[in-house]
C-alpha cells in the first residue's frame, strides 16, 4: 500500500504553491477545507477558508487544525457535546492519535464492538406496505387513493420485531462511511468490514437523509456511545470516488462554529443545572416601536438566562485570539452593550477561546459591565465543561475586585 503524502497546516496559514495535480486540486477546492486556484499543471495556490479537518484524495491528506492547540481528542468532543450534551470524552479513543482518519476508525470500531458484544439489538419497527394478506391494521385512506374499489392488494401497516430499526441504521451508515476512507491500516479496515457485516439486512441510510430518531433507554444502553460517535461521523464525514476512480474522504468543519456551539450547549446545560433556564438566539427589538410603518431592527441574543419569567444574564461566545495588546474586537463589545441595554440587563458574559484571566470592563458612563471569559482550548474535556460552569456561577458574584482563577 503506497503511503499517504500527508500535509499539515494551521488555520491561519499563509498561501502557498504545492504540488497537486489537477484532480486533487479540484478535490480539494470542493471538499471546501482549503480554497485551491491552479497554478499550472502540477501546482496549486492553497489558501485558508476559514474550516478545519481533514481531506485524503487518494495517496494524499491535507490537514488544516485550529490556530490555538487543541488535541484531537478534544476537537471531536466539542463536536459530540454540541450536538448531544450526552456526548463524553471517553467516546472517543484519540488520545493516541494525532491524525484524524486513524482515530475515527479505531474509536468507531472499538465502540461498536462492546456496542454488538451482546448481539445486535432487535426492536419494534413500523412496517407499511401493500399485501395481499391482512396483518395489522388497514390504512384506509391509503387504501381507497391507491386501490378505489377493490379489495385486493391492502394497504396496511404493522409492528415488526426486527434488527432493521434506527439505532442499527445509524451504526452500519458510519461503519459504511468509514470503510470508504481510503488508506486505513487493513486490521481496522478489517474490524469495520466484519461489524459491517455482523448488521446484514439493516439498511443503510441514503447520503443527506436525516438520521433516524432514538432515545437511550434501559434496552438500548450498550449502544449509546457507539450511536454518539456513529452520528457524529455520519454528520460530518463524506467519502465517495472521485476523478478517475481516485478514493477520497473529507472530514471538514468550520471551527468558529463548532466552538461557538460548544460553549452554547455547555452553557444551557450550566444554566439548567442551578435551576434556570437558557433560550438561545433570543429575538429582541433594538429599538421602540414605530407608528409610521417603519419596521424595527430586529436582534438576535446568542444566549439569554432567565430566572422564572425575568432575564438575568446575556451570554455569548466568540471563536477570536486576543490582539498583541491583549485586547479583544471592539464590535463584540459593542453587540453586549446593545444586548444589555436594550433587554435591560447590566451586566454580560463574553466567553473567549483563549487562555488567561476573566476581565471585568465596566462601559464609561453606563451600568453595564462585560465580563470576558477566557476558555482554554488546550485544557481537558472535562476542564472545559468545568471553566463554563465555573463562568455560569461567577456571573451572579459581586463585580468589582474578585479574582477568578482558571484551572491549568
Not at 504545492?18 to 471546501?32: G, I, V
Given at each position: 500500500?503506497?503511503?499517504?503524502?500527508?500535509?499539515?497546516?494551521?488555520?491561519?496559514?499563509?498561501?502557498?504553491?504545492?504540488?497537486?495535480?489537477?484532480?486533487?486540486?479540484?478535490?480539494?477546492?470542493?471538499?471546501?477545507?482549503?480554497?485551491?486556484?491552479?497554478?499550472?499543471?502540477?501546482?496549486?495556490?492553497?489558501?485558508?477558508?476559514?474550516?478545519?479537518?481533514?481531506?485524503?484524495?487518494?495517496?494524499?491528506?491535507?490537514?488544516?487544525?485550529?490556530?490555538?492547540?487543541v488535541k484531537l481528542?478534544?476537537?471531536?468532543?466539542?463536536?459530540?457535546?454540541?450536538?448531544?450534551?450526552?456526548?463524553?470524552?471517553?467516546?472517543?479513543?484519540?488520545?493516541?492519535?494525532?491524525?484524524l482518519w486513524p482515530a475515527l476508525a479505531e474509536s468507531l470500531a472499538r465502540l461498536c464492538e462492546r456496542a454488538l458484544l451482546g448481539g445486535v439489538l432487535q426492536g419494534y419497527r413500523t412496517v407499511e406496505e401493500s399485501s395481499i394478506v391482512v396483518r395489522g391494521r388497514i390504512r384506509v385512506a391509503d387504501q381507497l387513493r391507491r386501490h378505489a374499489g377493490q379489495i385486493s392488494p391492502t394497504e396496511i401497516a404493522y409492528d415488526e420485531y426486527m434488527t432493521d430499526i434506527a439505532e442499527n441504521r445509524i451504526l452500519r451508515t458510519a461503519l459504511r462511511r468509514m470503510r470508504a476512507v481510503p488508506r486505513l491500516?487493513?486490521?481496522?479496515?478489517?474490524?469495520?468490514?466484519?461489524?459491517?457485516?455482523?448488521?446484514?439486512?439493516?439498511?443503510?441510510?441514503?447520503?443527506?437523509?436525516p438520521l433516524p430518531s432514538w432515545r437511550p433507554t434501559r434496552l438500548n444502553a450498550r449502544y449509546v456511545p457507539a450511536l454518539r460517535l456513529a452520528e457524529l461521523?455520519?454528520?460530518n464525514t463524506a467519502a465517495q470516488a472521485g476523478e478517475g476512480g481516485v478514493e477520497?474522504?473529507?472530514?471538514?468543519?468550520?471551527?468558529?462554529?463548532?466552538?461557538?456551539d460548544f460553549v452554547t450547549t455547555a452553557l444551557r446545560e450550566a444554566i439548567a443545572e442551578g435551576g434556570r433556564r437558557a433560550v438561545p438566539q433570543k429575538r429582541w427589538p433594538f429599538d421602540e416601536p414605530?407608528?409610521?410603518?417603519?419596521?424595527?431592527?430586529?436582534?438576535?441574543?446568542?444566549?439569554?438566562?432567565?430566572?422564572g419569567t425575568a432575564p438575568v444574564m446575556v451570554y455569548d461566545a466568540k471563536y477570536k485570539a486576543a490582539a498583541g495588546d491583549g485586547g479583544y474586537p471592539n464590535a463584540d463589545f459593542y453587540q453586549m452593550l446593545a444586548y444589555c441595554t436594550t433587554v435591560g440587563l447590566d451586566r454580560a458574559v463574553l466567553v473567549y477561546a483563549q487562555g488567561g484571566h476573566p476581565v471585568d470592563r465596566r462601559?464609561?458612563?453606563?451600568?453595564?459591565?462585560?465580563?470576558?471569559?477566557?476558555?482554554?482550548l488546550s485544557l481537558s474535556p472535562l476542564e472545559m465543561l468545568d471553566s463554563i460552569r465555573r463562568a455560569v456561577e461567577a456571573a451572579s458574584e459581586p463585580l468589582e475586585g474578585t479574582v477568578y482563577g482558571v484551572s491549568a
Amino acid at each position: 500500500m503506497t503511503e499517504v503524502r500527508r500535509l499539515t497546516l494551521s488555520e491561519s496559514f499563509e498561501p502557498f504553491v504545492a504540488q497537486l495535480s489537477e484532480a486533487q486540486s479540484r478535490a480539494l477546492h470542493a471538499s471546501k477545507l482549503v480554497s485551491v486556484v491552479s497554478a499550472s499543471a502540477d501546482s496549486a495556490v492553497m489558501q485558508p477558508s476559514g474550516r478545519v479537518g481533514a481531506v485524503r484524495v487518494g495517496d494524499l491528506q491535507v490537514e488544516v487544525w485550529p490556530k490555538q492547540k487543541v488535541k484531537l481528542a478534544h476537537l471531536i468532543f466539542m463536536l459530540g457535546y454540541a450536538a448531544d450534551p450526552g456526548f463524553r470524552p471517553e467516546a472517543v479513543d484519540a488520545e493516541a492519535y494525532d491524525e484524524l482518519w486513524p482515530a475515527l476508525a479505531e474509536s468507531l470500531a472499538r465502540l461498536c464492538e462492546r456496542a454488538l458484544l451482546g448481539g445486535v439489538l432487535q426492536g419494534y419497527r413500523t412496517v407499511e406496505e401493500s399485501s395481499i394478506v391482512v396483518r395489522g391494521r388497514i390504512r384506509v385512506a391509503d387504501q381507497l387513493r391507491r386501490h378505489a374499489g377493490q379489495i385486493s392488494p391492502t394497504e396496511i401497516a404493522y409492528d415488526e420485531y426486527m434488527t432493521d430499526i434506527a439505532e442499527n441504521r445509524i451504526l452500519r451508515t458510519a461503519l459504511r462511511r468509514m470503510r470508504a476512507v481510503p488508506r486505513l491500516r487493513p486490521e481496522v479496515a478489517a474490524r469495520l468490514s466484519h461489524l459491517d457485516n455482523r448488521l446484514d439486512g439493516v439498511a443503510v441510510l441514503r447520503r443527506g437523509a436525516p438520521l433516524p430518531s432514538w432515545r437511550p433507554t434501559r434496552l438500548n444502553a450498550r449502544y449509546v456511545p457507539a450511536l454518539r460517535l456513529a452520528e457524529l461521523v455520519i454528520r460530518n464525514t463524506a467519502a465517495q470516488a472521485g476523478e478517475g476512480g481516485v478514493e477520497i474522504a473529507a472530514f471538514v468543519v468550520t471551527m468558529w462554529k463548532v466552538f461557538e456551539d460548544f460553549v452554547t450547549t455547555a452553557l444551557r446545560e450550566a444554566i439548567a443545572e442551578g435551576g434556570r433556564r437558557a433560550v438561545p438566539q433570543k429575538r429582541w427589538p433594538f429599538d421602540e416601536p414605530r407608528f409610521d410603518g417603519v419596521g424595527r431592527v430586529p436582534m438576535a441574543i446568542d444566549l439569554l438566562e432567565y430566572d422564572g419569567t425575568a432575564p438575568v444574564m446575556v451570554y455569548d461566545a466568540k471563536y477570536k485570539a486576543a490582539a498583541g495588546d491583549g485586547g479583544y474586537p471592539n464590535a463584540d463589545f459593542y453587540q453586549m452593550l446593545a444586548y444589555c441595554t436594550t433587554v435591560g440587563l447590566d451586566r454580560a458574559v463574553l466567553v473567549y477561546a483563549q487562555g488567561g484571566h476573566p476581565v471585568d470592563r465596566r462601559v464609561v458612563n453606563s451600568p453595564v459591565t462585560i465580563r470576558e471569559w477566557p476558555l482554554d482550548l488546550s485544557l481537558s474535556p472535562l476542564e472545559m465543561l468545568d471553566s463554563i460552569r465555573r463562568a455560569v456561577e461567577a456571573a451572579s458574584e459581586p463585580l468589582e475586585g474578585t479574582v477568578y482563577g482558571v484551572s491549568a
